[in-house]
């Protein structure tokens, strides 16, 4: 699977953006797709997961401004993101959860990412 994210870009504060994310390959074993970003100088960190069956879960500190949703027909997943702050500048990475069966009938899971997209928030 591979994964190509795009959207980022330069935002005032209070504004929007919205993040795509484009899965191609063996897609029928993606299972869950997430939203992950790394500020400069810090860990990267989770901020939106979606199951296959559409279970979302957010970091706190993007509650009730991000929202993440996808297409599995298109096997697309986007993050709109609304209400921005400068605390939301990052590289944005999508990612995607694998599950598959191997030769010998042993579930293998996996995670592949995206190249990140960079979201800049000017005050």
């Known amino acids: 699977v591979q994964l190509q994210a795009s959207g980022g870009g330069l935002v005032q504060a209070g504004g929007s953006l919205k993040l795509s994310c484009a899965a191609s390959g063996s897609t029928s074993s993606i299972n869950a797709l997430d939203w992950y970003r790394q500020a400069p100088g810090k860990q990267r960190e989770s901020v939106a997961t979606i199951s296959r069956g559409g279970d979302t879960d957010y970091a706190d500190s993007v509650k009730g401004r991000f929202t993440i949703s996808r297409d599995n027909a298109k096997n697309i997943v986007w993050l709109q993101m609304n209400s921005l702050k400068p605390e939301d500048t990052a590289v944005y990475y999508c990612?995607?959860?694998?599950?598959?069966?191997?030769?010998?009938?042993?579930?293998?899971?996996?995670?592949?990412w995206g190249q990140g997209t960079l979201v800049t928030v000017s005050s």
């Open positions: 990612s995607a959860d694998l599950l598959s069966v191997d030769g010998f009938g042993q579930w293998v899971a996996e995670r592949v």
